[in-house]
């Protein structure tokens, strides 16, 4: 007899032949199945019914295996938690290492990456209570592979919301869900590549992630220069052969700065003068401090801008739920590349999102993060205003990062001095296209990555380095 299995929760394997008997055989299998940790400490085992129904022989061999094991110590049998691995039985582990009093080289004890919140504000209690609500009231079809744009009751949601928190001309017929920036931003490079679109225009600083995935579908990626105002997109036309441009309008990352209204105005006229499109990353667009909210660029023109946000910086990078808000023309032509190759995100996350952002909660978590990050943020430039007075801080109106400029050549050395105090940091130089003049250099400061507890030493450690 071989290949049994007993299916108890988890999966049970053994084969309880031999020329000993079926007893001998079966008791043989279980030593084995614990003495090389295939069954852990405290793993419950299938009653002896079920595993003698499963195996095929008599539930008494099966019962006296169990008590024998028992006695050996082996297993342990208790009235109401059922017959389970003794823990006595769990291998002696090797000797732990002492503990190191710093950490190990090449690990960081902060970090002022930018790119991530802090993740230990994420409103757990909140988001369980939405996710209670929403799998009380999932219909049946949520449980079903459904609709490649996502969820009607999210798309529905996020309409109303896009709408009157970021001036996002959106009905739900026009929205994706897809599994965050990255995973849009994949889909439009298929879609492009399918309407035969050779080249997408980036910024001279953004996401090297970003542009290795339009390369990697096969678009060519000219840049477009940038100053105090933003992105020169009145460049634009002297693109040939270029089918889109990808821009981050509300605070242009990493440098910070919100596109001024005259060339968000000039790559609206490029996108209709040429039929190109604009791909507009609001990645941040929730957080501002010192100025008014700055709309998104996709309210001047619905059809020739297709909208990107995450829940990435609003509530955490791990949920990968993203959308997009495309034009009318384009939304059949996504949604079946989506469809063709994932059905990702679940639903259920979906409809947690739903809940969470109807109920209000997610407004709420929005204005105290920001509340919290502009702290955090004053906190930076008082420091350093006070102790090196010499750095220069920019794009700090919004968002969850700061840019510190430093003097010639003192990128590089900044970062070695900041790897000595264990301190991670990144410079501009991370963020610059390959065919961007390297007129700056800086430090790109997350101050929205460190936890609570983390902010004051990572601050410290980065006054060390600069002072």
Same mark, same amino acid.
């Given at each position: 007899?071989?290949?049994?299995?007993?299916?108890?929760?988890?999966?049970?394997?053994?084969?309880?032949?031999? *020329?000993?008997?079926?007893?001998?055989? @079966?008791?043989?299998?279980?030593?084995?199945?614990?003495? +090389?940790?295939?069954?852990? %400490?405290?793993?419950? @085992? %299938?009653?002896?019914?079920?595993?003698?129904?499963?195996?095929?022989?008599?539930?008494?061999?099966?019962?006296?295996?169990?008590?024998?094991?028992?006695?050996?110590?082996?297993?342990?049998?208790?009235?109401?938690?059922?017959?389970?691995?003794?823990?006595?039985?769990?291998?002696?582990?090797?000797?732990?290492?002492?503990?190191?009093?710093?950490?190990?080289?090449?690990?960081?004890?902060?970090?002022? #990456?930018?790119?991530?919140?802090?993740?230990?504000?994420?409103?757990?209690?909140?988001?369980? #209570?939405?996710?209670?609500?929403?799998?009380?009231?999932?219909?049946?079809?949520?449980?079903?592979?459904?609709? %490649?744009?996502?969820?009607?009751?999210?798309?529905?949601?996020?309409?109303?919301?896009?709408?009157?928190?970021?001036?996002?001309?959106?009905? %739900?017929?026009?929205?994706?869900?897809?599994?965050?920036?990255?995973?849009?931003?994949?889909?439009?490079? #298929?879609?492009?590549?399918?309407?035969?679109?050779?080249?997408?225009?980036? &910024?001279?600083?953004?996401?090297?992630?970003?542009?290795?995935?339009? +390369?990697?579908?096969?678009?060519?990626?000219?840049?477009?220069?940038?100053?105090?105002?933003?992105?020169? +997109?009145?460049?634009?036309?002297?693109?040939?052969?270029?089918?889109?441009?990808?821009?981050?309008?509300?605070? !242009?990352?990493?440098?910070?700065?919100?596109?001024?209204?005259?060339?968000?105005?000039?790559?609206?006229?490029?996108?209709?003068?040429?039929?190109?499109?604009?791909?507009?990353?609001?990645?941040?667009?929730?957080?501002?401090?010192?100025?008014?909210?700055?709309?998104?660029? !996709?309210?001047?023109?619905? &059809?020739?801008?297709?909208?990107?946000?995450?829940?990435? #910086?609003?509530?955490?990078?791990?949920?990968?739920?993203?959308?997009?808000?495309?034009?009318?023309?384009?939304?059949?032509?996504?949604?079946?590349?989506?469809?063709? *190759?994932?059905?990702?995100?679940?639903?259920?996350?979906?409809?947690?999102?739903? &809940?969470?952002?109807?109920?209000?909660?997610?407004?709420?978590?929005?204005?105290?993060?920001?509340?919290?990050?502009?702290?955090?943020?004053?906190?930076?430039?008082?420091?350093?205003?006070?102790?090196?007075?010499?750095?220069?801080?920019?794009?700090?109106?919004?968002?969850?990062?700061?840019?510190?400029?430093?003097?010639?050549?003192?990128?590089?050395?900044?970062?070695?001095?900041?790897?000595? !105090?264990?301190?991670?940091?990144?410079?501009?130089?991370?963020?610059?296209?390959?065919?961007?003049?390297?007129?700056?250099?800086?430090?790109?400061?997350?101050?929205?990555?460190?936890?609570?507890?983390?902010?004051?030493?990572?601050?410290?450690?980065?006054?060390?380095?600069?002072?």
């Amino acid at each position: 007899m071989t290949d049994n299995w007993a299916t108890f929760g988890a999966d049970l394997h053994i084969d309880p032949t031999g *020329s000993t008997g079926l007893r001998a055989g @079966l008791m043989d299998a279980l030593r084995e199945a614990v003495r +090389t940790g295939r069954l852990a %400490p405290g793993t419950r @085992l %299938p009653s002896s019914r079920t595993l003698a129904a499963d195996l095929g022989i008599a539930r008494n061999t099966v019962a006296d295996a169990y008590a024998e094991l028992v006695a050996e110590g082996w297993l342990t049998a208790r009235q109401g938690s059922g017959t389970r691995v003794a823990r006595r039985a769990e291998p002696r582990p090797p000797a732990a290492a002492a503990p190191r009093t710093r950490p190990p080289r090449g690990t960081p004890a902060y970090s002022l #990456k930018p790119g991530t919140p802090d993740l230990a504000t994420f409103p757990r209690a909140e988001w369980m #209570k939405a996710a209670r609500r929403a799998l009380s009231a999932a219909p049946n079809d949520a449980f079903g592979y459904g609709d %490649p744009r996502g969820r009607i009751e999210l798309r529905t949601v996020l309409a109303e919301y896009l709408a009157r928190a970021r001036g996002v001309y959106a009905d %739900p017929d026009r929205i994706i869900v897809c599994s965050g920036f990255v995973h849009g931003l994949m889909l439009l490079g #298929k879609v492009l590549r399918r309407r035969r679109v050779r080249e997408v225009a980036v &910024e001279s600083y953004c996401l090297g992630i970003h542009t290795r995935l339009l +390369t990697e579908a096969g678009l060519r990626i000219p840049c477009l220069p940038l100053d105090e105002h933003g992105t020169l +997109t009145g460049e634009l036309h002297t693109l040939r052969h270029a089918g889109a441009v990808l821009l981050t309008p509300a605070h !242009q990352f990493p440098t910070g700065v919100p596109l001024h209204p005259d060339r968000r105005a000039a790559a609206v006229d490029w996108a209709r003068s040429t039929g190109g499109l604009i791909l507009e990353d609001d990645y941040d667009g929730e957080f501002r401090y010192d100025r008014q909210p700055v709309g998104a660029l !996709q309210g001047l023109d619905p &059809e020739r801008v297709v909208y990107l946000g995450t829940a990435s #910086k609003s509530l955490a990078p791990g949920l990968r739920l993203g959308w997009m808000v495309v034009p009318r023309a384009l939304a059949a032509e996504i949604a079946e590349a989506k469809g063709a *190759s994932d059905w990702a995100p679940g639903a259920l996350d979906q409809l947690t999102l739903a &809940e969470f952002m109807a109920s209000g909660a997610y407004d709420r978590h929005v204005r105290s993060m920001r509340l919290r990050y502009r702290n955090r943020r004053d906190q930076l430039v008082a420091a350093l205003a006070e102790r090196a007075p010499h750095i220069r801080v920019s794009g700090i109106a919004a968002g969850l990062h700061a840019v510190l400029e430093l003097p010639e050549g003192g990128e590089a050395e900044v970062i070695r001095a900041a790897a000595w !105090q264990g301190l991670a940091v990144e410079g501009l130089a991370w963020y610059r296209h390959p065919d961007a003049d390297p007129e700056r250099e800086a430090l790109v400061i997350g101050y929205g990555t460190p936890t609570d507890s983390a902010w004051t030493g990572a601050l410290e450690a980065l006054l060390r380095v600069l002072t």
